[in-house]
């Protein structure tokens, strides 16, 4: 009977031990790392559209055109720093409309040589522009070009003769220039333009037998950052 008994249990264990393997490779496995992409596809390009805020300066050069044709004041130059935002819209891959507003202090002035004993001075003194602006996306760079409004604060004095009068006045014209913007950082970009501006006359000291007419023709080189939202 005991001797039965242990052939039994010998196949009992002969059987378990022959079904371990089988059980084991059904048994579920740890998960390890997946295996390495064999081709890694490359970032998103950037995207241009959104708003956008920065500061900007630069040098303007200007000349102050008389109403005989002749330059009232000619080579007024100087610095100038402001604000600027917009809005851009990239329509496709390569191609973005937007619209942009700037504001800048200007420091743009010069003094004519004295003829018959009196001097005219001219000053630039504020320079506001609003533009629409197409342009040419390469990915992180943007070439662009603009044209608008633009509007400057100027300011003119005479002295001599026994005279000396100061009057100024805001006077409206058109701009246009080009550029390049750059995309330094995800949401920062850097940029450098060329404007010309030329607004419309105005007349000064009227009613005085030192009447003039006087408008301003500019050009301005500006670099600045913009923080895009």
């Not at 009992?12 to 295996?35: C, E, K, N, T, V």
């Not at 006045?169 to 246009?176: A, E, H, V, Y």
């Amino acid at each position: 009977m005991c001797t039965k008994s242990a052939a039994n249990l010998a196949s009992i264990l002969a059987a378990l031990l022959s079904a371990a393997p089988a059980l084991g490779a059904d048994l579920p496995r740890g998960r390890g790392a997946p295996p390495a992409p064999l081709y890694a596809p490359p970032p998103p390009a950037f995207v241009w559209t959104g708003f956008y805020a920065g500061v900007q300066g630069g040098w303007g050069f200007a000349d102050f055109q008389g109403g005989s044709g002749q330059a009232l004041v000619a080579s007024a130059n100087g610095g100038l720093v402001g604000l600027g935002g917009g809005y851009n819209y990239q329509l496709a891959p390569n191609f973005l409309l937007g619209a942009e507003a700037d504001f800048s202090f200007a420091w743009i002035g010069n003094e004519s040589a004295p003829l018959w004993g009196v001097a005219a001075r001219g000053n630039t003194d504020d320079l506001l522009t609003i533009r629409g602006r197409a342009g040419y996306v390469m990915d992180r760079t943007l070439i662009f070009a603009a044209a608008g409004f633009a509007g400057s604060r100027n300011a003119v004095s005479v002295a001599g003769l026994g005279f000396n009068g100061y009057q100024s006045s805001f006077q409206p014209g058109w701009t246009i220039g080009a550029g390049v913007e750059y995309m330094i950082m995800p949401r920062v970009s850097a940029k450098a333009e060329y404007l010309y501006t030329s607004t419309g006359s105005d007349t000064y000291f009227a009613g005085t037998p030192f009447q003039t007419y006087s408008g301003v023709d500019m050009s301005t080189v500006r670099g600045g950052v913009n923080f895009h939202f």
